[in-house]
């Protein structure tokens, strides 16, 4: 099973709930690599792995969720790579779940929370609005696009990993460059009990990173769905301030001309990047082959 199935947790002064989360995934998981990326963790964390004797592999300091991802990996000797929280959130008995799915086809099969495993009514209106407005970019239905609990074929995930930003929105860039790719994914309902230990995403701050991911890979996956609704907006209000200006005073004003203008520059913008999305991906069955597990 080394060979075959590596699990990776990235993991930053998460030492509480690994007292449990690692035993436990030895029994439910036995003979497969796992391996803990110590964030630049200050509690006990390295000492916990080292007695249950798993893989750790440390940052001398806090790179981020996503930083640790790439790490494992980079390091990962597995075929198949599951990626979860050290927080106790993930149960490790869903994990076969997720296997189970993955042989059937797909690239990617990722765990899915119900309503009851967000984190208050914020977050969870947060994760929903995520949800559809990424389902309307890469048109397909998208369950859960921040989850990372999620099980996926090596070679394909490491295919985008000069994609993947240090933070935790990993899981939209790598979610939406599957989709990019036609490779495919799915879901699989979970439930995620309550994290153990306090939280290291901020709402506000994270909210807004998420957001500002979606665009930016909204902008690699299909552009125009992104640039044609601005230069629609902009034709409209030059259109209807066209009306009120003519009905008013019978001229064409120079705010008409700069908002017609604005329309077919964002148009041709969303054309122009169109053209360098499909040249970004057009390598995407090479990319990453140099990225072979490292011993």
């Not at 640790?68 to 779940?97: C, N, S, W, Y």
Request: proline share 4%.
């Amino acid at each position: 099973m080394r060979d075959q199935l590596s699990i990776i947790l990235p993991a930053k002064n998460e030492a509480l709930s690994l007292i449990t989360l690692l035993p436990e995934l030895k029994r439910v998981m036995p003979d497969t690599e796992i391996i803990v990326i110590n964030d630049g963790s200050t509690d006990d964390t390295i000492t916990v792995c080292e007695t249950n004797l798993v893989r750790i592999i440390n940052h001398p300091y806090s790179k981020g969720n996503g930083a640790a991802i790439k790490t494992g990996a980079r390091h990962a000797l597995g075929k198949i790579l599951v990626f979860m929280d050290a927080d106790g959130q993930h149960k490790p008995e869903d994990i076969p779940r997720l296997l189970e799915k993955l042989s059937t086809g797909y690239d990617m099969a990722v765990g899915a929370r119900d309503y009851e495993s967000q984190a208050g009514v914020h977050r969870a209106f947060a994760n929903g609005f995520y949800n559809r407005l990424s389902s309307w970019m890469v048109g397909q239905k998208i369950h859960d696009l921040t989850s990372g609990f999620r099980a996926v074929k090596a070679d394909k995930f490491r295919k985008f990993l000069y994609l993947l930003p240090n933070t935790f929105s990993y899981p939209t860039t790598i979610t939406m460059s599957f989709f990019r790719a036609g490779f495919g994914i799915a879901y699989v309902p979970i439930h995620a009990p309550k994290r153990i230990g306090k939280s290291h995403v901020n709402v506000w701050k994270d909210g807004l990173r998420f957001l500002l991911i979606i665009v930016k890979i909204g902008t690699l996956y299909s552009p125009q769905k992104l640039f044609l609704p601005v230069s629609f907006s902009f034709f409209l209000t030059g259109a209807c301030y066209y009306l009120y200006t003519f009905l008013s005073i019978h001229r064409f004003t120079n705010m008409s001309a700069l908002m017609f203008i604005s329309a077919i520059l964002t148009f041709l913008i969303g054309i122009v990047s169109e053209q360098v999305s499909a040249l970004h991906y057009k390598d995407s069955d090479n990319a990453g082959q140099n990225d072979e597990p490292q011993h």
